[in-house]
């Protein structure tokens, strides 16, 4: 797909509209891009039209001005949405991305006609104490990164993926990842616990791979049961499903939009 940019923004993103259907957003995981996609893109493509985007510093998505932060991430997708008349789309988020398509839930709740989040967390129920505890490794990992994006590519595909294969992949797009955009990293806090819960007028479906951290399974489990939605744990899954499992990941996800579609009947 052709790199396209936003006007008077640092944002690139990428389209497959020769579907006459629905509209699909896919949201890449932290220190990758939108090529984690590929898999997915080759299997969706002509059955819905696809919009990828790189999160703010990421992938070509760095080329910012001041005042350039994430939490402009969702207006710049609306913007998208304006630009290209797309009037509502099924959301694919995994890892940091899930968080993003949350945010412009929260935001352009009309918009959205699903939400998939693989590898997250409800932004609007974080418990702080829970991501303490897991702190201290992630900080292990930032100090990697200072030294080295190679060492710390190295280390992060052990964490993201579970097959050889994807942990391959994962790394050989980690190491472009650029050590001057860890600091679009930091203003994630301000997009945890903003809003209330509320009634969703959309499905939502969570998951994760089994071999995930048991924090994220933990996680999962207890968002499905209390939001009583899908709810999908993938075998010889890590953290980074729809790269360890590609296949039964489209399959599943295309059953979930389905089921979307099929309410609206």
């Given at each position: 797909?052709q ?6 923004s640092?944002?690139a993103y ?8 629905e509209w699909i ?10 090529r984690m ?16 985007v790189d999160?703010?510093g ?8 001041k005042g ?14 304006q ?5 509502a789309?099924?959301f694919?988020?995994v890892?940091?991305?899930s968080?993003?398509i949350?945010?412009?839930a ?5 918009k959205?006609?699903?939400l ?6 409800d932004?609007?129920n974080f418990?702080?104490?829970r991501q ?6 992630q900080m292990?990992?930032?100090?990697k990164?200072?030294f080295?994006?190679k ?7 052990k964490?993201?993926a579970y097959?050889s294969?994807a942990q391959e992949e994962f ?7 650029k050590?001057s955009?860890f600091?679009?990293?930091a203003?994630?806090?301000k997009l ?5 819960k ?7 479906l ?8 048991p924090m994220e ?6 968002w499905?049961?209390?939001?009583h939605?899908?709810?999908i744990i993938f075998?010889?899954?890590g953290?980074c ?5 590609p296949?039964?990941f489209?399959i599943l996800l295309?059953?979930f ?9």
């Amino acid at each position: 797909m052709q790199t396209l940019y936003l006007e008077n923004s640092p944002i690139a993103y990428y389209i497959d509209d020769t579907a006459s259907n629905e509209w699909i957003v896919f949201l890449h995981a932290a220190f990758v891009d939108h090529r984690m996609f590929e898999k997915q893109f080759s299997y969706f493509s002509g059955k819905y039209n696809l919009l990828a985007v790189d999160i703010l510093g990421h992938g070509n998505s760095i080329h910012a001005q001041k005042g350039d932060n994430t939490e402009k991430m969702s207006y710049w997708i609306d913007q998208i949405f304006q630009k290209h008349n797309i009037p509502a789309a099924h959301f694919v988020g995994v890892s940091l991305g899930s968080v993003f398509i949350q945010d412009f839930a929260n935001k352009y709740e009309s918009k959205v006609l699903s939400l998939a989040c693989f590898g997250g967390y409800d932004v609007n129920n974080f418990d702080i104490k829970r991501q303490k505890a897991n702190s201290k490794g992630q900080m292990k990992m930032m100090l990697k990164a200072l030294f080295s994006v190679k060492w710390f590519a190295k280390a992060n595909k052990k964490i993201s993926a579970y097959t050889s294969e994807a942990q391959e992949e994962f790394y050989n797009l980690n190491i472009e990842f650029k050590k001057s955009s860890f600091m679009y990293m930091a203003g994630l806090q301000k997009l945890l616990n903003k809003y209330p819960k509320k009634q969703r007028q959309y499905k939502l479906l969570v998951g994760c791979g089994e071999h995930d951290i048991p924090m994220e399974i933990e996680i999962v489990n207890e968002w499905a049961e209390y939001e009583h939605c899908d709810k999908i744990i993938f075998k010889g899954a890590g953290h980074c499903v729809n790269m360890d499992v590609p296949q039964e990941f489209n399959i599943l996800l295309e059953e979930f939009l389905q089921k979307c579609n099929s309410k609206k009947l």
